[in-house]
């Protein structure tokens, strides 16, 4: 039976966590689903936006195969809401390697009971409007639509869960 737990990052985990994100990255761009650069993805871009703290992994048997982000403020999707009343969720990414085993949907559930515990009702992210096949996980979860918005060139779907 597989073993799956949920860490909170440590310092020592940056490069696993920017290695599955370009993994993701890369797989979506060979999908024709480009999401993130790989430029994006290093460490001296993340942590401008990120702490190492905010980021959560994912073990299956001892090995990490997935990544997010939760964070209390976000002021590039969500600049108008205060600090601590609601957690966004970012960046979550699964290995291929564990693709189709539901981890996703752990993650996910990690992040609504996290908010739960921090006495937070509302859990938030956004996602690239064109992704349909993952808004519509989103949406199955729970996530319900706030607003699409156009951010250079692009439009993002706004989304909330409340608790």
């Known amino acids: 039976m597989d073993k799956f737990v949920i860490k909170?990052?440590?310092e020592s985990d940056i490069k696993s966590?920017?290695?599955m994100l370009k993994e993701?990255?890369?797989w979506c761009k060979d999908s024709g689903m480009a999401i993130w650069r790989d430029e994006e993805l290093d460490w001296d871009m993340l942590s401008k936006l990120y702490r190492y703290d905010e980021?959560?992994?994912g073990y299956l048997n001892d090995e990490a195969v997935a990544v997010m982000a939760l964070q209390e403020y976000?002021?590039?999707y969500?600049?108008?809401i205060p600090k601590g009343e609601s957690l966004i969720l970012h960046k979550l990414a699964v290995k291929r390697s564990a693709a189709g085993k539901?981890?996703?949907l752990k993650m996910i559930d990690f992040a609504k009971e996290r908010t739960k515990s921090l006495g937070i009702k509302t859990l938030r992210l956004d996602t690239l409007k064109d992704r349909v096949k993952l808004r519509e996980i989103?949406?199955?979860e729970g996530f319900e639509l706030v607003k699409e918005i156009m951010m250079n060139d692009m439009e993002f779907s706004l989304y909330k869960y409340e608790l």
């Open 8 to 10: 909170q990052a440590l």
């Open 17 to 19: 966590i920017c290695d």
């Open 24 to 26: 993701a990255a890369n």
């Open 55 to 57: 980021f959560y992994l």
């Open 74 to 76: 976000d002021k590039v």
């Open 78 to 80: 969500w600049p108008l």
């Open 102 to 104: 539901g981890i996703s």
């Open 138 to 140: 989103y949406e199955r």
